[in-house]
């Protein structure tokens, strides 16, 4: 019995299945039916092993702080012992 859930099972019934081989063949067909919103599951000797899918809209990610702004603010020093010294406290 495969791993994965009952409902796993359920909501891959309602995907398309294309093999391993089908994909190498038919990359380009597979590709603009995802396109247009078709969902595959890919198997591999009859097990799923990867899902194909449309990219759905992306979560906003945190952005990196403002490195130059960081920088401004640090106080301007040519002496790098004195720099190491405040590092190290």
């Known amino acids: 019995m495969p791993f994965y859930s009952r409902a796993q099972r359920v ?3 309602h995907m398309e299945r294309a093999s391993v081989r089908d994909l190498h ?3 380009s067909a597979l590709i603009k039916n995802v396109v247009q919103g ?3 599951v890919i ?3 009859g097990v799923p ?3 194909l899918r449309p990219i759905t809209a992306r979560r906003p990610t945190n952005r990196l702080p403002n490195r130059e702004a ?3 603010k640090l106080p301007r020093t040519n ?3 004195k ?3 405040e590092d190290r406290l």
């Open 11 to 13: 909501t891959m019934r």
């Open 25 to 27: 063949l038919k990359t």
């Open 38 to 40: 078709q969902t595959y």
């Open 43 to 45: 198997e591999s000797r």
């Open 49 to 51: 092993v990867a899902e």
């Open 70 to 72: 960081f920088i401004r």
């Open 79 to 81: 002496d790098i012992g």
């Open 83 to 85: 720099i190491l010294e």
